[in-house]
Each structure stands twice: as C-alpha cells, then as structure tokens.
C-alpha cells in the first residue's frame, strides 16, 4: 500500500527535522477546476499555487528526521478504501484572511481515516497537532478584501490514497515535497 519517494532510512540519517504532514493531494484534474475557481474569485491575497494544494489530516510539525520511518509505519497499517468528496463550498478562517473551499458532505471512509491515523499517532506517542479536523482546501492566503460570493460549485474529487509531505521554505514561499505515499484500496480489493 505505501509507495517511499525519499527512502526513510536516508532521511532517518540526515539528523535534521522535517515539517511534516499527511495529507490528501488532489490529481491534475481536480488542481485545474481549483485554479480556475481561485482565478474567478479574483481577490487580493497570496493564491496556493496548483503544486500545493492539498487537504491536511494530521499536522505533526518539526519531527526528528529518526521519527521518519516510524511514522511511515503507522500510516501502512491503516486501511483507506477509495471513495469520493465533492468540493461544493466556501470557507474562511482567520478572522477572514485565509479562502478555502470545502466539503458539505464527507464520506465515512475519509472520516474513519483521519481519525484513525490521529489514533495511531497518539498511540505511537509522535507528537501532532491535537486541534479539531476540518477538512478545507486552502484557495488563498493574507486575503485583503473579502472575497465575492462564489456561485455554485461541485468538484468531484476521487480520494484514491493520502502522503506525508514535508512542508521546505524556499524563497517564494514554501514547497511540499511527498516522502511516502500510501494508495486507497480499491472496492473489492480487501
């Protein structure tokens, strides 16, 4: 089920931290529908870029780069089948400055996921953020107007497996890059 792109054990013997999270990463097609709504709203702030978006489901912060491949274990022994998520709808947070779009109905699935990967972590005693989960797909950020209404939307979007992403700051901002993979099983698989 879980597919490395940075093998852990190179990470593991880097000695450095890593600012990690799981999170669920949208494919090529669900990214352009997404972009094209951040260009309809048009409003002043800083847009996600397509190669960033994502949905988080557990922040974990600076973890030791020794933590890497335990992490990676608990997320392999979690269970996701696929299923789907519509994006139908406007959110804000921060006092307004931060868009995102989201999901009035959740398939259980998802649900189960995320709180079972919170589970583990906990139980594995990695640290992570203990907040509420709400599931959000961030559109923009430092948003210094408020943002028109946004007539009606429905992106479907096949939840086909989630990563741990390490969140690097580069001079425009941050990049993602993905450390593992893990791919939803397909119905009937099990």
């Known amino acids: 089920m879980s597919e490395s792109r940075i093998p852990a054990a190179r990470a593991a013997s880097s000695g450095k931290k890593h600012r990690l999270f799981f999170a669920l990463v ?3 097609r669900v990214r352009r529908q997404v ?3 951040q260009q309809r709203l048009q409003v002043s702030g800083r847009a996600v870029s397509p190669p960033n978006l994502h949905v988080t489901l557990a922040f974990l ?7 890497v491949p335990e992490v990676c274990a608990v997320a392999a022994g979690l269970s996701f089948p696929s299923c789907r998520v519509v994006l139908d709808h ?5 006092r307004g400055r931060v868009l995102w779009l989201g999901a009035g109905t959740l398939p259980e699935p998802l649900l189960e996921l995320q709180q079972s990967l919170v589970q583990a ?5 990695i640290g992570h953020d203990p907040k509420p989960w709400k599931f959000h797909l961030t559109l923009y950020r430092r948003l210094r107007n408020p943002p028109p209404t946004l007539g009606p939307v429905a992106i479907q979007w096949a939840l086909r497996g989630f ?3 390490e969140s690097v700051g580069s001079k425009n901002g941050v ?3 993905s450390i593992a993979q ?3 099983l397909e119905k009937g698989s099990e």
Do not use: C, N, S
Not at 90 to 94: H, K, S, T, W, Y
């Open 35 to 37: 972009r094209d709504i």
């Open 121 to 125: 972590l906990t139980a594995a005693g």
């Open 90 to 94: 406007l959110g804000q947070f921060g």
């Open 175 to 177: 990049e993602y890059h």
């Open 26 to 28: 949208p494919d090529d």
């Open 182 to 184: 893990w791919k939803a």
């Open 163 to 165: 990563e741990l992403i």
């Open 61 to 67: 912060g600076m973890q030791d780069a020794a933590v």
